[in-house]
């Protein structure tokens, strides 16, 4: 056993994904999801960052050193996806729809009461939405 202190993890600092578009990712992130884009520091690859609560959301733009874009692996809800907190998730159903955003999952309530909707962003990755 160590005599260092255990580690306690504060929060999810932030989560990256590679795409393919960064106009596309800015919509979606910006005029579907309302978050805002924020100042990245000049990395020699291109990218964004958006703020999401207390969270960041990185992007890198797919290039020779990057994984690839997207991920499409899984083809259920049961698999890898991140989640956003928002006030009403059914009034943000609404919202998704009025942009033409297709659902993966339309609003539907989990056994703990929370309603959970899913939808892709423009390269795949599962994203859910969900509010107590």
Not at 20 to 42: C, H, I, Q, S, W
Request: a negative charge; aromatic letters at 10%; hydrophobic letters at 40%.
């Amino acid at each position: 056993m160590s005599d260092q202190p255990p580690i306690r993890v504060k929060s999810i600092d932030h989560v990256t994904i590679v795409v393919k578009d960064l106009n596309a990712t800015r919509r979606f992130y910006v005029d579907v999801l309302g978050m805002e884009e924020v100042a990245r520091p000049n990395f020699s690859f291109q990218g964004q960052w958006f703020q999401a609560g207390a969270t960041l959301i990185h992007t890198i733009l797919e290039f020779e050193g990057s994984s690839p874009a997207g991920f499409t692996a899984c083809a259920n809800l049961r698999g890898h996806h991140f989640a956003f907190l928002v006030d009403d998730c059914r009034a943000s159903a609404k919202r998704i729809e009025q942009m033409g955003v297709p659902f993966v999952s339309p609003p539907k309530q989990r056994p703990d009461g929370a309603i959970q909707l899913f939808i892709n962003d423009p390269d795949g990755h599962l994203v859910e939405l969900c509010s107590n």
